[in-house]
Each structure stands twice: as structure tokens, then as C-alpha cells.
């Protein structure tokens, strides 16, 4: 049986998820650590409002990692299926991974303020960009 190696994009796609699948963590903490009054969380997660500011920061890094990563995972299975893969797809991948990283990190602890914070989002929609690009010439 043939087992191929991963390619670097592929365990990129792979570390995002990881990284997805855990950026719950910090916004679980906070939710936890300043419970609200008043709120059956169960029935409804209470609102944003009574967290601190960190705790919402935390919740929309996880959101804004989905929104990208989703994208980014299919446009690199396209490429992978195409055998397309180049040395501007391996740096894109690189370079997304770090993008999102450093959101998300910059997002929860507040350091990544105007205009860090949508830059690098917009730095990610490019790598998408470029990526869609090599599917496209694959």
C-alpha cells in the first residue's frame, strides 16, 4: 500500500486545525472564570456584554480563524488534488499559518489594536488569493 508523504501544505491545513479545534480554550476559560448571573447557560449562552473585554476578543478570534481557514483548507486540497503545488504554495501556507497565529494571539490579548488586526486578516485573504491562484493554473 502506497502511503505518501504529507506535503507542507497539507500539514499546515492539518496545524490550522488544530489551532481551530482549540482556540475554544481561551474563551471557555473566561466564560468560566466571570460566570454571569442570572443565565442558564445551557439553554443560551449568556452575552458578550457581561465578559470582560479579552473574553469577546477570544470568541471573535475563533470566529475569524473559521472564516479563513475553511476557505484556505479547501483551496489547498484543490491544489493538492491538481498536483499543483509550487514554491509560492509553500510559503503562502507558511506565511497563512503564521498570519493566523498572530491574529489570533493579537486578538485575544488585545495587542494586535487598529490597524494590525485587520491587516493581518486582510494578509490572509490574500494567501487564500494566491492559493485560489495556483488551483486555478493547476
Known amino acids: ?3 505518501p508523504a504529507l506535503s507542507t501544505e497539507l500539514g499546515i491545513v492539518v496545524m490550522l486545525c488544530i489551532l481551530a479545534a482549540s482556540l475554544w480554550i481561551p474563551y471557555i476559560v473566561g466564560v468560566n472564570k466571570h460566570p454571569q448571573t442570572n443565565a442558564d447557560s445551557f ?3 449568556p452575552s458578550l456584554e457581561g465578559f470582560p473585554e479579552w473574553v469577546h476578543r477570544a470568541h ?5 480563524l473559521l472564516e479563513q481557514l475553511l476557505p484556505f483548507a479547501i483551496l489547498v486540497l484543490i491544489v493538492d488534488r491538481l498536483d499543483a503545488y509550487s514554491t509560492v504554495t509553500l510559503w503562502t501556507a507558511i506565511a497563512f ?5 498572530a491574529h489570533a494571539a493579537g ?4 495587542a494586535a489594536r487598529m490597524p494590525v488586526r485587520p491587516l493581518l486578516f486582510t494578509a490572509g485573504w490574500l494567501c487564500c488569493l494566491i ?4 488551483a486555478w493554473k493547476g
Open 131 to 134: 492559493m485560489a491562484g495556483a
Open 97 to 101: 499559518f503564521w498570519l493566523r497565529v
Open 43 to 45: 439553554a443560551r449562552p
Open 60 to 64: 471573535r478570534a475563533h470566529l475569524n
Open 1 to 3: 500500500m502506497d502511503n
Open 107 to 110: 486578538m485575544i490579548t488585545g
